[in-house]
């Protein structure tokens, strides 16, 4: 641009930066040892939630009038955790896997997490009854609305049961993602934990990168940078 020109932004609308993604839920399994014991584990660890985007990257000298909203897209929620169960019933060893659910996607369309995989797999006894609860994903965000963390879930047989809570929900405007639900489980894992994931952090609303940028109208939602 012209040296001395101001660029002039006139905002009725929104101006959001673009939601965090929802983390994964965690993965369950069950499975058997050469040694012949069976166990309990955390296959797949999950993923945080991601941080929000930020709204308006400023590239040169402006100047806002803003009549709508301006706001840092939300951090996605967690994943949540897992839980397992074993238990004689009947005179048969049964087993009891449940995965995490899938943390909601930030506001400003960031995308809902995958539930986790619940497995108890072919090295325990086909003998053994099982029930496996895979996890649920989490909503997408939209540009007005974030999303909601995928539900809790639970194996049940035997009138016993092993259950999860619900992922984190997406953050709104200016806010993080919950994080996921942690459990409760009969069988601790011999590898990970029980506890959901980290919800993320919001975005920034305005970055000036070191530009004058005169705001006037309705405040900005969330941070504005120098």
């Known amino acids: 641009w012209p040296a001395g020109v101001t660029l002039i932004l006139i905002n009725f609308g929104t101006v959001v930066g673009k939601g965090g993604a929802g983390g994964r839920g965690k993965s369950a399994l069950w499975y058997r040892e050469p040694s012949g014991f069976i166990r309990f584990t955390v296959s797949d660890n999950g993923t945080d939630g991601k941080d929000g985007g930020d709204?308006?990257?400023?590239?040169?000298?402006?100047?806002?009038?803003n009549e709508g909203?301006?706001?840092?897209?939300?951090?996605?929620?967690?994943?949540?955790?897992?839980?397992?169960?074993?238990?004689?019933t009947g005179g048969e060893l049964v087993f009891l896997a449940t995965a995490g659910s899938g943390g909601g996607g930030g506001i400003g369309a960031g995308l809902g997490g995958n539930?986790?995989?619940?497995?108890?797999?072919?090295?325990?006894?086909?003998?053994?009854?099982?029930?496996?609860?895979?996890?649920?994903?989490?909503?997408?965000?939209?540009?007005?609305?974030?999303?909601?963390?995928?539900?809790a879930t639970s194996s049940t047989l035997g009138g016993f049961s092993a259950s999860v809570g619900a992922g984190g929900n997406g953050g709104g405007y200016n806010e993080s993602g919950q994080n996921g639900s942690t459990t409760s489980s009969s069988r601790p894992p011999i590898?990970?934990?029980?506890?959901?994931?980290?919800?993320g952090a919001p975005g920034a609303a305005i970055n000036k990168n070191g530009y004058t940028v005169n705001i006037t109208g309705n405040i900005p939602l969330g941070v504005v940078n120098p």
């Open 69 to 88: 909203v301006i706001a840092s897209g939300g951090g996605g929620g967690g994943g949540s955790g897992v839980s397992g169960s074993s238990f004689i």
């Open 191 to 199: 590898n990970g934990t029980l506890d959901g994931t980290l919800g």
């Open 55 to 65: 709204a308006i990257d400023a590239s040169y000298d402006l100047s806002i009038e």
């Open 115 to 151: 539930g986790g995989i619940a497995e108890v797999n072919s090295t325990v006894p086909a003998s053994s009854p099982r029930d496996e609860a895979d996890g649920f994903s989490g909503q997408n965000g939209q540009y007005v609305q974030a999303g909601n963390g995928g539900q």
